[in-house]
């Protein structure tokens, strides 16, 4: 178990009512089942229920010790993190914030976190991490999806859809009603093969010139480009003092919450510019530097089978088709992904340059 002297350590589970009973049935199995590895207070976040749900979901912690948050149902998950911090800020030194959609996956789990994140040296460690920039992600979806309707790419991209409703197309999934007026037909996974057929795979300097035509829109405007280095907050720990430190305002969208997450203003970023290094942890306990992430073998790399605590991404990316996969880990982790991408995958004249990442 891990001891570090005069550190005191809380693991912060957020139990949302819109998700229902089940996420936090899920997390509560995996806690009991594996070992912490590390002396903590469990916190537990009971967000958004009414009387009735409140006295379920207490009624499902009641055999696990922990102390009770209630909070209203604003501000996103990060909302909820920044609230707790502030108001258990004198009292635990370290905190670990967990989703509600997280499971964790090995013994020792917290001890592995909590021992990477007391590095003097680490702002913050956590289970999975990404370079995955939202405004390249947004351009490379939309110019797929118009090449598939029409069998070119767009002068200019046509659309101000949110990264969501662009992963939703890729996934065949049924999309916005604007979307549907502007994609007639369904976006069929990784529609690459039908534009290698077409030939259009050969047009790359008039891809990267369209793909980089969207410097108007919001996406583009307020996301740095690939690589995008940045911990993902559903399963990180860092010390209380620092995250306060920071004084990042509550969510009001999810725009918000995406920027708090790897904006160029967010946590990991402001991490960075303080002087101080990310780590990723893996079940193996090796705490990963930012070039060795593609190869850790946790977030879409190499069947995330070192993956230390799951979540609701991490679970979906396993049942998804293997040119699904392709597409996401060249959108995660570029020219570092540990997969070669195969011949009709079409990169639209993109790079996706990981050689700057330190």
């Known amino acids: 178990m891990l001891k570090v002297p005069h550190v005191t350590l809380a693991c912060v589970y957020l139990a949302r009512a819109a998700e229902g009973l089940e996420p936090a049935r899920t997390f509560l199995s995996s806690y009991r089942q594996y070992p912490a590895g590390a002396e903590h207070t469990l916190l537990v976040i009971y967000k958004g229920w009414d009387a009735d749900g409140l006295a379920a979901a207490r009624a499902l912690f009641a055999e696990v010790p922990h102390r009770p948050l209630l909070m209203d149902d604003q501000g996103f998950d990060i909302g909820s993190y920044l609230r707790c911090a502030r108001e258990v800020a004198d009292q635990f030194e370290y905190l670990c914030f967990l989703n509600t959609f997280s499971r964790i996956e090995v013994a020792g789990w917290l001890g592995k976190l909590a021992a990477a994140g007391a590095d003097p040296a680490v702002g913050a460690a956590a289970a999975t991490g990404s370079f995955e920039s939202h405004a390249d992600t947004a351009r490379f979806l939309e110019t797929l999806a118009f090449a598939q309707r029409y069998g070119t790419v767009p002068k200019a991209p046509p659309g101000r859809f949110g990264v969501d409703e662009l992963h939703a197309m890729l996934l065949q999934k049924r999309p916005p009603q604007g979307l549907r007026k502007w994609v007639a037909t369904p976006v069929r996974t990784l529609a690459a093969r039908a534009l290698y057929r077409a030939g259009l795979a050969s047009e790359e300097k008039h891809h990267a010139k369209v793909f980089g035509s969207g410097g108007r829109r919001e996406w583009t405007r307020s996301f740095g480009p690939f690589p995008n280095v940045h911990l993902r907050t559903n399963a990180f720990v860092i010390r209380t003092a620092l995250l306060n430190s920071f004084n990042f305002s509550i969510p009001r969208t999810k725009y918000d ?67 699904a996969k392709i597409a996401y880990q060249y959108l995660t982790w570029g020219s570092a992904m540990q997969a070669s991408p195969p011949r009709f995958f079409v990169r639209f004249g993109v790079p996706f340059d990981a050689r700057r990442v330190s």
């Open 257 to 323: 919450a995406y920027q708090f997450e790897s904006g160029p203003k967010g946590l990991s970023a402001s991490i960075r510019a303080a002087g101080l290094d990310l780590r990723l942890v893996g079940a193996d306990g090796v705490s990963y530097p930012p070039p060795a992430w593609p190869g850790s073998a946790t977030f879409r790399s190499l069947g995330q089978q070192n993956l230390l605590v799951s979540d609701n991404l991490t679970r979906a990316y396993d049942q998804l088709p293997s040119e």
